[in-house]
Each structure stands twice: as structure tokens, then as C-alpha cells.
């Protein structure tokens, strides 16, 4: 293997498995910022070793291994520095009796406990709620700041600046590696949720780079959020995210073309759609609604999710009941984007003219500027009601917004299709 392709194959390797070294590692130090460092350095270190040695036979081990290794030596360290300190060296010597023997054991281990208390440790209520999803994404995610910047719609260096300081608030307030218990933890989902169900679409509509859709990254959402809904029975909202996960996750098959292209939710081959996944989604949305009550942010998209899942062809899909649980959404929950869904619904329901009267109020929204899914609905709509030369420009507005190349594609084959008069 030549030297680039090796880098390539760490790359790899290390994207996927971060958040579990990270995770693992955290255990140990009992900081999340250092536990990051520590799997940086393991990433060095196979930088270094691998193109002379080979790719080993499980990457994914030696990558823990080597950061684990790196853990312990910081905590000797640590303890030979504070020898007069004795609660610290008491507290040193039972990380060191702990993680011994994990070293390896840890390698086969089920991590899923791991990655659910580096979730909530992210998410202490001693950062903002802005900082806990960030460092949660970037962590958890692999997300670069970039990625995460497109997801909340700010720019980059707002973000790069809450993960430091995320970071160093931890570190300095001692913050516990664990799942907190009974109230506490109900006040630390809300934006646990918020963060997996990011995780999750950032893998189902990727922001950036060549792949419309990354199923790794929804895949360890969906665990997490298994996870979550065995620990927390009687949470509706945590029912209604795995539900809205599943039934998505379900699509992600039909979601791209043979050569990769994008799919849209219409033009999709609902044979392909995952019936399992399916299945286990309206059995989650199913015990969301069992708790009693109205329906929280994530059980109603669930919801939504639902109808589409249960209509055979798209000609089948109740639209109107769609608008009415976005209806329901916005007054729950309203924000610019959720008006911008919700006039997708109106326009399958009531015609384009209908939601593009509400995407037209949403031009001046700060939050959406530099969105390009609003160009993008604007653009779908003043083509179906004819207005090609409009359409055409709106299309490639967005095109020139998204950051993914798939979508950009997509976006400009549509756009050319408006100029010639032959709407997709």
C-alpha cells in the first residue's frame, strides 16, 4: 500500500472510531478535552507507524490501545506531580487499579455506556446549550467545526471558540464521567436529544463533501438514542426521536441513485425502503403516545415521519395531515426553518401558490441566510407554477450555497431543466 493510500486508510479509520476513543479514554481521565488530545496523539502515532509497518489487522484496536497507553502514562504522570496532594494521589492510584485491567478487555467490549456518558458530560449544565451540542458533535460526531457551523447556521469561528471554552470549563470544574441519575437527568435530555437527532441528520443529509449520505453516523445516533429510550421507559420525546430516526434511517437506502446521486423523498422506490426499520419506528412513535399527552418536537416529526412511511406510493401520502402537524410544530416550536417545512406541506396540500406565499415572508429571516434549502423550496414551487426563468435562477442560487457536491449537482440539473422548459 503506497503511503497516500495508507493516509487515506487512517483517515478512515479514525473517523470512524474517534468517538469511541474518545469515549473510552474519557473513562479513564476523567476529562474530555484531554481524552480528544489523547486520541490526536494515537492518530499521530499511526501517522508515523503505519505507512512503514502496514495497515493493522484491526486499526481500530491499535488506535485504542495506543491512546489508552497514552491515557496511562498522563495518569502516572499525574500522580508523580502530586504526591503531596494525597486525595488526588488516592483518587490517581483507583483510575490506575480501574483501567489496568480494561486495557484490553476494553477492545471487545460493548462501548455503549462510554459513548452515553461522554453524551451527557458534554452536555453538563455548565455549559450553555450551545456549547454542550457543539462539543457533542464534535466529539461524539467527528464533525469538524466547519460541519457543525452549517448545522446551527453561525459562523465557523463562534464555534470553534464555544468548543475551547466548552472544553475548559469542564476541565475546570471537575465535571463527573457519568450518566446522571433521576431529576438531573431529566433536565440534561432536552439537549442530549437535540444532539443525537443532529448527529443523525448530519449523517442522513450530509452538509459537506462527496457522499449525500453518511449511514455511520446514523447508525451510532440510532444506538445512542436505543440506548437512551432503554434507560429512560417513560420519556415520550425520547421514544418520539428514535421513532423519527428510525422511520428516516429507513429511507436511507433509496435515498441515492446507482452512481450516488440524490434521491429525493417523491422519486423514491418506497420498495426500497427498510420495513424493519419501519416497523420499529411506529412501534417507538406507538410508545410516545402511550405516555399520555401532547406530543412533543420529536414524537410530532415522528409523526409526520410516519405518514410517509405508511402511504404505499407517494400519490397515497395524506398531505393534509402533514400541514396539520407542522401547524402543530410551529406553534410548539416555531422557528425559520419549521415554517419553511411546514410551507412544503401546505404547497403538496393546498398548492404551490399557497406555500410559496409563506417561503416569500421567510426571505428576510437573519437565521436563513445563507440556507440554501430556501432558495431551494422557493425554486421548487415557482416551477410548478410555471415560472421557469425564476426557477431557474433560484436552483442555482442554491447550488451555489449547498457545500455538498451531490446536492449541487442535483441542484443545477435542475436548474438546467427549468432553462430548457423540461421541469424535474
Known amino acids: 500500500m503506497t503511503a497516500s493510500a495508507t493516509h487515506k486508510a487512517i483517515d478512515a479509520v479514525f473517523r470512524i472510531e474517534s468517538a469511541k476513543i474518545i469515549a473510552s479514554v474519557a473513562r479513564m481521565v476523567r476529562d474530555v478535552g484531554l481524552a480528544e ?23 481500530g484496536a491499535w488506535l485504542m490501545t495506543t491512546a489508552k497507553n497514552r491515557a496511562l502514562d498522563r495518569l502516572r504522570q499525574r500522580k508523580l506531580h502530586a504526591e503531596k496532594e494525597d486525595e488526588l494521589t488516592r483518587e490517581i492510584e483507583q483510575l490506575l487499579a480501574d483501567a489496568m485491567p480494561r486495557v484490553d478487555a476494553a477492545l471487545d467490549d460493548d462501548i455503549g455506556d462510554d459513548l452515553l456518558r461522554l453524551v451527557f458530560t ?44 466548552a472544553k475548559r470549563t469542564l476541565a475546570e470544574a471537575r465535571v463527573p464521567f457519568e450518566v446522571p441519575r433521576t431529576a438531573e437527568l431529566a433536565e440534561r435530555l432536552s439537549s442530549v436529544l437535540e444532539v443525537v437527532y443532529l448527529v443523525f441528520n448530519e449523517g442522513y443529509s450530509a452538509t459537506s463533501g462527496e457522499h449525500w449520505v453518511r449511514p455511520t453516523l446514523c447508525e451510532d445516533a440510532l444506538r445512542l438514542g436505543r ?33 450516488g446521486e440524490p ?7 418506497r420498495a426500497r425502503w427498510d420495513q424493519l426499520l419501519i416497523g420499529r419506528g411506529l412501534a417507538a412513535l406507538e410508545r410516545a403516545e402511550a405516555q399520555g399527552g401532547a406530543l412533543g418536537p420529536y414524537a410530532l416529526q415522528a409523526a409526520i415521519a410516519a405518514c410517509h412511511a405508511r402511504a404505499l406510493a407517494a400519490a397515497d401520502t395524506d398531505w393534509s395531515r402533514i400541514a396539520a402537524l407542522y401547524d402543530a410544530l410551529a406553534a410548539l416550536t416555531p422557528s425559520p426553518v419549521v415554517e419553511l417545512n411546514r410551507a412544503v406541506a401546505v404547497a403538496m396540500a393546498f398548492g404551490p401558490a399557497a406555500g410559496l406565499s409563506i417561503v416569500d415572508k421567510l426571505a428576510g429571516e437573519p437565521a436563513l441566510k445563507g440556507y440554501h434549502l430556501l432558495p431551494s423550496v422557493r425554486a421548487d414551487l415557482l416551477a410548478k407554477l410555471g415560472r421557469d426563468e425564476e426557477a431557474c435562477a433560484e436552483f442555482k442560487r442554491a447550488a451555489d450555497l449547498t457545500r455538498n457536491e451531490r446536492e449541487r449537482a442535483l441542484l443545477l440539473g435542475r436548474a438546467a431543466a427549468c432553462a430548457k422548459g423540461t421541469r424535474q
Open 37 to 59: 488530545e489523547l486520541a490526536q496523539d494515537a492518530l499521530v502515532a499511526a501517522l508515523e507507524t503505519w505507512p512503514a509497518s502496514g495497515v493493522p489487522d484491526n486499526p
Open 122 to 165: 458534554a452536555c453538563h449544565p455548565v455549559l450553555s446549550t450551545e456549547a454542550r451540542v457543539a462539543l457533542t458533535l464534535r466529539l461524539l460526531g467527528g464533525l469538524t467545526t466547519d460541519e457543525i457551523a452549517r448545522a446551527f447556521l453561525v459562523p465557523e469561528s463562534t464555534i470553534a471558540q464555544r468548543i475551547v471554552r
Open 263 to 269: 434521491i429525493l423523498l417523491l422519486d423514491q422506490n
Open 227 to 259: 440506548i437512551l429510550a432503554q434507560l429512560t421507559p417513560r420519556e415520550p420525546e425520547v421514544h418520539g426521536l428514535v421513532a423519527l430516526m428510525e422511520i428516516q434511517a429507513s429511507r436511507l437506502a433509496a435515498r441515492i441513485g446507482p452512481k
